[in-house]
């Protein structure tokens, strides 16, 4: 089984433009994640894929290997699967570009998943972990997902899933996690696929693969991702670099 691990960065991210050209402790951002990521020794390559010569250079300058996208991408699945078409190989785990502190641990128990799925039942598999905050319940920007009983994604949803009408019952909330491992064929065919309803209405694009039938397998981690949305995560990045 070929596994690459592949890192879509776009330079003009909405909340923190240029984030992963921002300086973590010596290195950009971007660098960072790519050299966590190699260090895990999981993958048979890793490739940094932009749309953006900055992040192209930085990455290529420095002895890695990027992919500079030609088409414009809504989303990193999109572009993730421009760059895979025409590589070989089975599962494609996609990191995301602002997570300098990227965890093989995380990252071998979704690719455990595809070990265990000998009959090639599972088209991706995703993380999720347990919410307990009420404030992080309700907040939309916690993707919420619902499973069923082998772990299999029901839905996701930006509000309360599920909705606890009865409070005496005992019910964990799970945020989901973008990280994503993918059978290459079920990323080149999200590519392939319209946008329907449900993704437009709640902006979470992994709802398109539910809605075209694909089959998601949620990994719960306690452990937590650090990821670099705004100038403030960048602080506490280098604090967490420095010690």
């Not at 996609?94 to 990227?102: M, R, S, Y």
């Not at 641990?105 to 347990?130: G, N, R």
């Not at 696929?193 to 693969?209: G, N, Q, S, V, W």
């Not at 089959?215 to 420095?242: C, F, H, N, S």
Request: hydrophobic residues 40%; proline residues 4%; aromatic residues 8%.
């Amino acid at each position: 089984m070929k596994v690459i691990a592949m890192i879509p960065a776009r330079y003009d991210a909405s909340r923190f433009p240029g984030k992963l050209m921002q300086d973590l402790c010596g290195a950009s951002v971007i660098l960072r994640t790519y050299q966590a990521t190699c260090n895990t020794n999981l993958f048979d390559d890793v490739i940094v894929v932009t749309d953006s010569d900055i992040i192209f250079n930085e990455i290529t300058t420095n002895g890695g290997k990027a992919f500079k996208s030609i088409k414009d991408h809504a989303c990193g699945s999109d572009r993730i699967a421009e760059a895979v078409a025409h590589i070989d190989a089975d599962i494609v785990v996609n990191v995301q570009g602002d997570e300098p502190f990227t965890s093989g641990t995380i990252l071998a128990s979704l690719l455990e998943v595809f070990k265990k799925d000998a009959k090639q039942e599972i088209d991706l598999a995703s993380l999720m972990t347990p919410l307990h905050d009420k404030q992080d319940i309700e907040n939309p920007n916690n993707v919420k997902v619902i499973v069923d009983r082998d772990q299999k994604a029901l839905y996701f949803s930006r509000s309360v899933i599920p909705f606890v009408r009865d409070e005496d019952k005992k019910i964990t909330h799970y945020k989901h996690i973008g990280i994503y491992a993918f059978r290459k064929q079920a990323l080149l065919d999200f590519a392939n696929l319209p946008m329907l309803d449900l993704e437009a209405a709640e902006k979470i694009e992994c709802l398109r693969y539910l809605e075209y039938g694909k089959t998601i397998k949620m990994v719960v981690t306690d452990q937590p991702v650090i990821g670099i949305d705004i100038p403030e995560d960048l602080e506490k990045a280098r604090k967490k670099w420095a010690n």
